[in-house]
Every structure is written in structure tokens, then in C-alpha cells.
């Protein structure tokens, strides 16, 4: 099983600000089957990043991810106060399909 | 517009049962794989199972042996029945659509979920 490691726990930063999201694999992710999701309180997740770097419907250009193999990337540029959430990462290059434990974005 | 609604959660003992149901419209279900994706109170997610266009399944190991995932093409619905349920079993059970009718493994869109409470 590919375990994914996610940090910082937490991030406080200012709107405006950049966010860096890391997430570490305990091997290789296949194809760069890596996806992105973004969660709110009181509502499921929603995709945000597949294939690493291919940002899914509905999410400005401010979201991109990058990287292969075992380190992976979630950049958020221009923060903005709805960027609140809770990001997970997940590797779907081999089962079990797992997530990482989860990134919270908080916007100062 | 795709949307998934799950029902069927509730609270039951330890070693029950319970069997829950995703209604699926917005999109032609019989062409997309399907999983169940759970998330315990205030953690993290959990992929639980997976059942393919054609009905080949997948399970996590955590239920392996205790649940079975099941799909009526005909009516749109997915299904998870629960058996010998724990606690550690409780958690938001969340259905989701797959990108193709082979499992990929990418969740979008999700539906809201139901709860399932395990406790005596």
C-alpha cells in the first residue's frame, strides 16, 4: 500500500499570499496518478487536480499541481478567502487507491 | 448535471448490518465505474470499494469479507451492504463517480453521504 504523506498539518497565510502543498509518496506513483481534492466544512470532497497537473472543471488557473514519482505539489498563487478548505492528495496508480491525511488552508 | 444521493445510514450495534444506496442521474451510469469513499468524524478520507461498468469489485482490506458493493444498471443505483459491522466502521459514507467504465480511480463528482453510526 502507497502511503502519502502530507504536510504542513496546517496553513495560516494572508489573501494574496502563495500556498505551497506537499505530498510525499512511500514509493513511486505510477503514471503520475496523483489527484488533488478540496474539501469545505459540511461538504464532500471536490476534485480539484488529476494527473498530478491537469486542473479539473471549475477551478481558476490560480490552482496548479506539479511533480513525479514520489513528490507532488499543490500550488495556490493569489490567495482569496474562499481558498479556505482542507485539501487531500491520492494516489490512484495502484490498489489500494489511498489519500494522504490532509492539508488546512487557513486564510488569515 | 451529474448528482449522486446516498441513503441508508443510521445507527446500528456492533455486528449488525446496514445496507446503503446511491441514486445516480445527470449522466449514463451503466458506462462508469463507481466507489464508495468513506470519512470517519473530524479525519481524513478512506477508499472502501470499487465496482467496475461491468461489475468487477474491488475492496479496501479494512472491509474485506464484510461488505459487498453491488450496481442495477437499470435503475442507477449503487449499493454497499455493511455486515458485522464495527466501530471503527463509523463514518460519512460518500458514493462517487469514476472517469471511465474501468476503474481509474479519480473521484468526481462525489455525493453529500450518509452517516453510519456503530455503537451498543
Known amino acids: 500500500e502507497i502511503v502519502l504523506t502530507q504536510s504542513p498539518g496546517t496553513l495560516s497565510l494572508s489573501p494574496g499570499e502563495r500556498a505551497t502543498l506537499s505530498c510525499r509518496a512511500s514509493?513511486?506513483?505510477?503514471?503520475?496518478?496523483l489527484a488533488w481534492y478540496q474539501q469545505k466544512p459540511g461538504q464532500a470532497p471536490r476534485l480539484l487536480v488529476y494527473?498530478?497537473?491537469s486542473r479539473a472543471t471549475g477551478f481558476p488557473d490560480r490552482f496548479s499541481g506539479s511533480g513525479s514519482g514520489t513528490d507532488f505539489t499543490l500550488s495556490i498563487s493569489r490567495l482569496e478567502p474562499e481558498d479556505s478548505a482542507v485539501y487531500y492528495c491520492?494516489?490512484?496508480?495502484?490498489?489500494?487507491?489511498?489519500f494522504g491525511q490532509g492539508t488546512t488552508v487557513e486564510i488569515k | 448535471e451529474v448528482q449522486l444521493v446516498e441513503s441508508g445510514g443510521g445507527l446500528v450495534q456492533p455486528g449488525g448490518s446496514l445496507r446503503l444506496s446511491c441514486a445516480a442521474s445527470?449522466?449514463?451510469?451503466?458506462?462508469?465505474?463507481m466507489s464508495w469513499v468513506r470519512q470517519a468524524p473530524g479525519k481524513g478520507l478512506e477508499w472502501v470499494s470499487v465496482?467496475?461498468?461491468?461489475?468487477?469489485?474491488t475492496y479496501a482490506d479494512s472491509v474485506k469479507g464484510r461488505f459487498t458493493i453491488s450496481r442495477d444498471n437499470s435503475r442507477n443505483f449503487l449499493y454497499l451492504q455493511m455486515n458485522s459491522l464495527r466501530a471503527e466502521d463509523t463514518a460519512v459514507y460518500h458514493c462517487?463517480?469514476?472517469?471511465?467504465?474501468?476503474?481509474?480511480?479519480?473521484?468526481?463528482?462525489w455525493g453529500p453521504g450518509t452517516l453510519v453510526t456503530v455503537s451498543s
Open positions: 462517487a463517480k469514476d472517469l471511465q467504465w474501468e476503474p481509474h480511480g479519480w473521484f468526481d463528482p
Open positions: 445527470g449522466f449514463t451510469f451503466s458506462n462508469y465505474a
Open positions: 465496482i467496475g461498468g461491468g461489475g468487477g469489485s
Open positions: 514509493q513511486s506513483v505510477r503514471s503520475r496518478y
Open positions: 494527473g498530478a497537473s
Open positions: 491520492q494516489q490512484y496508480g495502484s490498489l489500494p487507491w489511498t
